[in-house]
């Protein structure tokens, strides 16, 4: 019983992590302006920045629904909090700067630890914590020979 409860807790949270990232990917084609007026003035093309962050994290979340797919999801939606990072922090920086910034500075500031947190629920939601190095195939010939 204990064991049937953690699974379903684990494909809710499953769940919620894949209609997060998904949901929060649309939005990126939905309304690109707000991703786009965050965006570091140093990166360049900002509108298709914003709409490749949205592809990635849709791809992301769909991967998670996949069992076969979900660690490599886990790892690639990692590696895209990381990536955007740096405008979360500019637009905490720049929050009076940006026209119709709805979120105040405060808040904007107390979301950045909050990425440790998301990435932390990508990590352990998807198994991305349990991936191990699989031998080369050549290795695995290998070891079949000396059997």
Do not use: C
Not at 28 to 50: D, N, T
Request: hydrophobic share 50%; glycine share 6%.
């Amino acid at each position: 019983m204990f064991s049937s409860r953690r699974r379903r807790r684990s494909e809710v949270s499953r769940g919620m992590l894949a209609a997060f990232f998904v949901s929060a990917g649309a939005l990126h084609f939905v309304k690109p302006q707000p991703y786009e007026a965050i965006m570091p003035p140093q990166l360049p093309y900002p509108r298709e920045l914003v709409y490749v962050s949205g592809v990635a994290e849709i791809l992301g979340g769909l991967g998670v629904l996949s069992p076969r797919v979900r660690p490599w999801a886990g790892l690639w939606l990692i590696a895209l909090l990381i990536a955007v990072f740096p405008a979360n922090v500019h637009h905490a920086i720049a929050a009076d700067d940006i026209p119709g910034n709805p979120v105040s500075r405060p808040a904007l500031i107390a979301r950045l630890p909050l990425q440790v947190l998301l990435i932390a629920w990508v990590w352990k939601t998807t198994g991305a914590d349990r991936m191990r190095p699989r031998p080369s195939r050549a290795r695995r010939v290998k070891e079949a020979l000396r059997r």
